[in-house]
């Protein structure tokens, strides 16, 4: 049975492609993100900017008038900001988390109620391995994926009870523009942190570049929305959830002298 499916952060990346894979498979999909997409489109769209409450609130209205119900809501919107914790503003430690945390938090409060209508709603999260695995020099990303996967065990709890199921989906490095659009740090080299914030972040940027393809996300996406009973998390690729199982089976100590070795 087609569906209707949400989702937010479509102008580009894995939420573009998402919108553009429903829409193919028959289902009807709805955009949402700040701007339109670039190129062509052949699914709806909707202006609404996460990291504005006034904004996500005229987003909601208007997916109220195009749908009575919802089936799926796709979390994919999300920004980054890398760098040392100590040069980092409070404005962007403020709008990361306006987007990635309470944008995301208040866009699914609002649509809760259409997601109940047919008592079979479903919400996928995208989280992060950076969630799981704390990144140094992108250590405020990582906190707020981190908060999106607590966000998704609490909704599952709270919602199950009432139809609508909840699973976060974690991928790894992958290509996208998410890479070029991450807001760059004002200060990556000084005589404190040396070039170690400049290496850590170049670093980041290769293996973004050369990671999976974005379509392996959406497949996975695809796979758990068809399940009766959704995981409450996922990782995409066998290397990623073998290191997400690591991080959870070895000693903290250890997780993190690896990952400061590789990034910091």
């Given at each position: 049975?087609?569906?209707?499916?949400?989702?937010?952060?479509?102008?580009?990346?894995?939420?573009?492609?998402?919108?553009?894979?429903?829409?193919?498979?028959?289902?009807?999909?709805?955009?949402?993100?700040?701007?339109?997409?670039?190129?062509?489109?052949?699914?709806?769209?909707?202006?609404?900017?996460?990291?504005?409450?006034?904004?996500?609130?005229?987003?909601?209205?208007?997916?109220?008038?195009?749908?009575?119900?919802?089936?799926?809501?796709?979390?994919?919107?999300?920004?980054?900001?890398?760098?040392?914790?100590?040069?980092?503003?409070?404005?962007?430690?403020?709008?990361?988390?306006?987007?990635?945390?309470?944008?995301?938090?208040?866009?699914?409060?609002?649509?809760?109620?259409?997601?109940?209508?047919?008592?079979?709603?479903?919400?996928?999260?995208?989280?992060?391995?950076?969630?799981?695995?704390?990144?140094?020099?992108?250590?405020?990303?990582?906190?707020?994926?981190?908060?999106?996967?607590?966000?998704?065990e609490g909704l599952k709890m709270e919602l199950k009870p009432l139809g609508i199921d909840v699973c976060s989906v974690l991928?790894?490095?992958?290509?996208?523009?998410?890479?070029?659009?991450?807001?760059?740090?004002?200060?990556?080299?000084?005589?404190?942190?040396?070039?170690?914030?400049?290496?850590?972040?170049?670093?980041?940027?290769?293996?973004?570049?050369?990671?999976?393809?974005?379509?392996?996300?959406?497949?996975?996406?695809?796979?758990?929305?068809?399940?009766?009973?959704?995981?409450?998390?996922?990782?995409?690729?066998?290397?990623?959830?073998?290191?997400?199982?690591?991080?959870?089976?070895?000693?903290?100590?250890?997780?993190?002298?690896?990952?400061?070795?590789?990034?910091?």
């Open positions: 049975m087609n569906k209707v499916i949400v989702i937010s952060g479509a102008s580009s990346g894995i939420g573009k492609l998402s919108a553009e894979f429903f829409q193919q498979q028959g289902n009807r999909a709805i955009g949402l993100s700040r701007s339109y997409p670039k190129g062509k489109y052949d699914y709806e769209y909707i202006l609404g900017d996460l990291g504005d409450k006034e904004s996500i609130e005229k987003a909601v209205k208007e997916i109220e008038k195009l749908t009575d119900h919802i089936d799926v809501l796709i979390n994919c919107a999300g920004i980054g900001i890398s760098g040392a914790i100590e040069h980092t503003t409070y404005e962007e430690v403020n709008s990361i988390f306006q987007v990635n945390v309470i944008g995301q938090y208040y866009i699914t409060k609002l649509l809760i109620p259409l997601l109940r209508k047919e008592g079979h709603g479903k919400i996928v999260n995208i989280g992060s391995v950076a969630g799981e695995l704390t990144i140094p020099f992108q250590t405020f990303y990582s906190m707020s994926k981190a908060s999106m996967h607590k966000f998704t991928p790894g490095d992958t290509k996208t523009g998410f890479t070029d659009n991450r807001h760059q740090p004002k200060v990556v080299e000084d005589d404190l942190y040396k070039d170690r914030i400049k290496r850590s972040i170049n670093k980041m940027e290769h293996d973004e570049r050369n990671g999976m393809s974005p379509m392996a996300v959406v497949k996975l996406i695809n796979k758990v929305i068809k399940k009766k009973r959704m995981p409450i998390q996922v990782t995409v690729g066998f290397s990623y959830k073998f290191l997400v199982i690591l991080g959870k089976f070895l000693p903290k100590r250890f997780v993190n002298w690896i990952l400061a070795k590789m990034y910091a």
